[in-house]
Nanobody, 119 residues
Framework: VQLVESGGGLVQPGGSLRLSCAASGFTFSSYVMSWYRQAPGKERELVALISSGGNSTKYADSMKGRYTISRDNDKNTVYLQMNSLKPEDTAVYYC?????????????WGQGTQVTVSS
């Protein structure tokens, strides 16, 4: 399993960014995909998740209305559109998928992409 994030960078408050996560090594269209973020000194938190078919999404309360998660199962890619960015959105953003089996749960993570919101 490989997850590779891209699209992070420096943006001014109120600006937008679109993150991408290219997945390989598993049947992408069969798995829920998620975005998490981790700010300095804070725990990693769930940002959003999307069902395997893309017809169901869930967001953390602080991201509702500003972030949109989507996926393209033909391209094995999940996206995170982030609008109206705030300084408190500054964090490393990680792509995640979780495998469930009779032996337990295994999480896979990308390397992360830095998002910095600052004037």
């Amino acid at each position: 399993v490989q997850l590779v994030e891209s699209g992070g960078g420096l943006v001014q408050p109120g600006g937008s960014l679109r993150l991408s996560c290219a997945a390989s090594g598993f049947t992408f269209s069969s798995y829920v995909m998620s975005w998490y973020r981790q700010a300095p000194g804070k725990e990693r938190e769930l940002v959003a998740l999307i069902s395997s078919g893309g017809n169901s999404t869930k967001y953390a309360d602080s991201m509702k209305g500003r972030y949109t998660i989507s996926r393209d199962n033909d391209k094995n890619t999940v996206y995170l559109q982030m609008n109206s960015l705030k300084p408190e959105d500054t964090a490393v953003y990680y792509c995640n998928t979780r495998f469930l089996s009779n032996t337990g749960v295994r999480d896979y993570w990308g390397q992360g992409t830095q998002v910095t919101v600052s004037s």
